[in-house]
């Protein structure tokens, strides 16, 4: 007589399962295991339903904050630059203007000394060559004096609008990072969110005894876990700016 076979160590394959396998009995006649809880798993398969809408909507927040944010920068640049201009046309005027009256004053000054040494006697000859080499210099000193005024004052210009664009720059760069690392962390706590989700629909089948529903959605919730560790870290550039 042959003793019947034992099913102690049996293994199951996704083919062949026992007949309380996701029947919601236990093995062995005990007692059945809860019913699935139909109404958490409704309620949090809405939830799952509109992630992909909220982090829609939190990355096109993002992407509003950080155009309102450069469109700010673009402004100052605009003012900025208006600024520069008027002060460069204001500077060539200014010295436009001094050149001008240094040469007028030159003629004046030059035609009252002839004057004076017509009415002495003593126009012409060596008299009349001092006073206009004399007035020539000081006329051409006075230009000389107003180039270099108008000069310094440009370069002064151009320094602050050069420093200005500098540090715009900079700023503009810090908003490129903080919108970047925005968008990871706003889609780090969608996955992080959805992660938690499909860990409760792991459990709410799991304790129906659906073993294959469970084990599905834990796989879905760990499939996640890289996506939320690189979505975690900071920019390389804001992490400069930190240190």
Do not use: C
């Amino acid at each position: 007589n042959q003793r019947p076979k034992s099913s102690k160590g049996r293994r199951y394959s996704n083919r062949q399962q026992p007949s309380w396998h996701n029947t919601g009995r236990a093995p062995g006649g005990g007692t059945p295991l809860p019913a699935l809880n139909q109404a958490a798993v409704d309620n949090t398969q809405i939830a799952l339903d509109q992630l992909p809408a909220l982090l829609d909507a939190a990355l096109r927040n993002e992407e509003t904050k950080r155009g309102n944010t450069l469109r700010g920068f673009d402004d100052q640049e605009g003012s900025q630059r208006r600024t520069y201009d008027e002060s460069t046309t204001t500077n060539q005027q200014n010295y436009d203007s001094n050149y001008m009256e240094s040469i007028r004053s030159g003629i004046k000054g030059l035609g009252g000394l002839f004057n004076i040494l017509r009415a002495t006697g003593a126009a012409g000859g060596t008299a009349q060559e001092l006073v206009r080499d004399t007035v020539g210099g000081v006329t051409a000193n006075d230009i000389r004096m107003g180039a270099d005024t108008q000069k310094t004052n440009q370069t002064s210009l151009d320094g602050v609008l050069s420093n200005f664009l500098t540090e715009l720059k900079g700023k503009r760069q810090a908003a490129e990072d903080t919108f970047d690392n925005n968008k990871r962390a706003v889609t780090r706590d969608n996955q992080t969110q959805m992660q938690d989700l499909f860990s409760k629909m792991s459990g709410y089948y799991g304790e129906a005894g659906r073993t294959n529903e469970a084990v599905s959605f834990m796989n879905r919730a760990g499939s996640l876990t890289p996506a939320i560790a690189q979505n975690s870290m900071l920019s390389k550039a804001l992490m400069t700016q930190l240190q």
